[in-house]
């Protein structure tokens, strides 16, 4: 009798580099958005955000798989 | 006048409807290359109840500073615009973000949303405690 093995969780800066590559695609400049990411029941939530006080708008919001890196959903604010 | 004016009033408004025009002209939609968030303020003369806008400096490709508007004696500000110039059609939000929403509860007057999907309404229905108060947002 074997006991189950849960899958490894992707660590954090492959799930930003993964979040990272289609950021860059869509968005001119990353410099001015700030990442935070999370760990929840559905996957990675990594979400950009304006970090220039005062300006309003958005960034990419993704929620990523765990285990295999698929982008689940994504979302381009503005 | 003691009345502030709605966002409903303000869309319907010639002079802000052709703010709103041009800031969406200049925004370049069409270009991924260029498009960027344009906007300004709304304000209106207490005495005469005239409506004008002055435009703020052009935004990013995803967002824009409308923190600080200028003041104008005799008038305060009810309402502001900009734009969201990225096609909906390729994923983007036409509708206000999470900074938006949070930014126009802070500020105290409409925001008015250009997209291409229309124009969307986040804050409030008009502005914060009527006309009373400083020039420029409300307390």
């Excluded at chain 1, 993704?62 to 295999?68: E, L, T």
């Excluded at chain 2, 869309?11 to 200049?26: G, K, N, Q």
């Excluded at chain 2, 960027?36 to 005495?47: M, R, T, V």
């Excluded at chain 2, 305060?76 to 949070?102: A, C, E, L, M, Y």
């Amino acid at each position: 009798m074997s006991a189950a093995v849960a899958a490894p969780l992707l660590p954090c800066d492959e799930v930003l580099r993964i979040a990272q590559a289609d950021a860059q695609r869509v968005y001119r400049d990353l410099t001015n958005l700030a990442i935070t990411l999370r760990l929840e029941s559905d996957g990675w939530h990594v979400e950009y955000n304006p970090s220039r006080p005062g300006w309003q708008g958005g960034g990419p919001y993704y929620v990523i798989d765990p285990v295999d890196g698929t982008i689940i959903s994504k979302t381009y604010y503005q | 006048m003691t009345a502030a004016p709605t966002a409903t009033e303000l869309l319907s408004h010639p002079v802000v409807r052709a703010a709103i025009d041009s800031a969406w002209a200049d925004s370049k939609a069409d270009d991924p290359a260029a498009r960027h968030e344009e906007g300004g303020w709304i304000y209106l003369e207490l005495a005469s109840g005239v409506i004008t806008v002055e435009r703020a400096a052009t935004g990013e490709q995803q967002d824009i500073d409308l923190f600080n508007p200028p003041t104008r004696a005799g008038c305060v500000i009810v309402g502001k615009f900009h734009t969201h110039p990225n096609p909906s059609d390729k994923g983007w939000k036409p509708g206000p973000s999470t900074s938006d929403v949070q930014y126009d509860e802070m500020h105290g007057v409409p925001d008015l949303i250009r997209s291409d999907q229309g124009v969307h309404v986040s804050g409030p229905e008009s502005r914060r405690g009527g006309l009373s108060g400083p020039p420029g947002y409300p307390e």
